[in-house]
């Protein structure tokens, strides 16, 4: 996929003036194109040995149904893949995630327990497996703020629960459960996960009252070095205080830029940062949204299991996967 200018035609052509429905944007190659001069040599061996998995987006879509009752597959013709599936009893999915290979990790909540399940696609995107990842289990709080990263293999999961207002970031294990946690003391919201080999990137935003109302005052990227041992969630480092207009943002996997969803003046700009300077470097993709509507904003931003493709949901309703356009209202969460 041609970054710069698949990106522009894409947004152009598949966001009319008028759009009703959430939207999300898959950027294929895009990610990688701020460090190509630098990196070309290395991504061309490199390129070499990799497996196909790992270099090809996903053809499906495995969402979360509303009110958490199953999982819903989806080509991108917006066409159900197999039958719904249905959430453990006693249950509710909460979030997705991609793996390689076909494959996505799967939070679904308890009460105060948070559990994982793997989920395995065919070649035809038709669910094959749903197995638990017993080991993987937390106690805590999912709410609508709580958020998943899996990565890229599945071998740890990092998951945000909640206590009130305060949150909790888990990194487990897959394979042996080992956990570590990092909390806030503050009421804070934790959104935006995305791995950088050993570090977590997350989105932090405290908050506050405004007008008899909880609001978040600010909205910081920051990055926990996952080797730290538990403690407070202030032992991240500041990376990028988002400008106005953006609440959602992602690291790349090499670490070296923020990507950014702003919304302002009727127009959407995925915005890069470099890390090392917190200076603008590339516009991913932009797109004027005129007309009279409620404001929006983009809602969330992920990195997919090649670290090509990005996937960037509005408020409004309307999926966009690789150049096709899927309305999903019915859906809370997403992967690709």
Do not use: C
Request: glycine share 10%.
């Amino acid at each position: 996929m041609n970054g710069r200018s698949r990106i522009g035609s894409a947004w152009r052509g598949l966001l009319p003036v008028g759009v009703a429905a959430g939207m999300a944007l898959v950027i294929g190659g895009g990610v990688d194109a701020v460090h190509h001069r630098q990196r070309a040599a290395k991504t061309e061996h490199a390129a070499k040995p990799a497996a196909k998995s790992e270099q090809t987006a996903s053809r499906f879509l495995v969402g979360v149904r509303q009110a958490g009752t199953a999982l819903l597959v989806r080509d991108l013709k917006g066409a159900d893949v197999g039958l719904p599936i249905a959430a453990p009893r006693g249950a509710r999915f909460r979030h997705v995630s991609a793996l390689k290979g076909g494959t996505f990790v799967v939070a679904a909540s308890t009460g105060r327990q948070v559990t994982f399940q793997r989920l395995k696609l065919d070649a035809k995107g038709r669910p094959k497996a749903l197995q638990p990842l017993p080991k993987a289990t937390l106690s805590g709080v999912s709410t609508a703020y709580s958020d998943l990263a899996a990565g890229p293999d599945g071998d740890r999961i990092a998951y945000v629960t909640y206590r009130g207002a305060k949150s909790r970031v888990d990194v487990v294990s897959t394979r042996t459960g080992a956990r570590k946690s990092w909390t806030t003391k503050g009421p804070a919201h934790v959104a935006g996960l995305s791995w950088a080999g050993d570090t977590l990137a997350f989105v932090w935003s405290p908050l506050h009252h405004v007008h008899g109302r909880v609001a978040e005052a600010k909205h910081q990227v920051r990055a926990l070095d996952t080797r730290l041992p538990s403690g407070d969630l202030k032992a991240s480092k500041p990376v990028l205080n988002l400008p106005k207009g953006a609440s959602e943002a992602v690291l790349t996997r090499d670490g070296r830029t923020v990507i950014a969803g702003l919304a302002q003046d009727g127009q959407i700009t995925l915005q890069g940062y470099a890390v090392a300077t917190r200076k603008p470097t590339k516009i991913f993709a932009r797109q004027r949204v005129a007309g009279k509507r409620p404001a929006l904003r983009v809602s969330r931003l992920d990195i997919d299991h090649t670290g090509r493709h990005l996937l960037a949901a509005l408020t409004d309703g309307r999926l966009l996967a690789d150049g096709a356009v899927l309305t999903a209202p019915d859906l809370a969460d997403a992967a690709w």
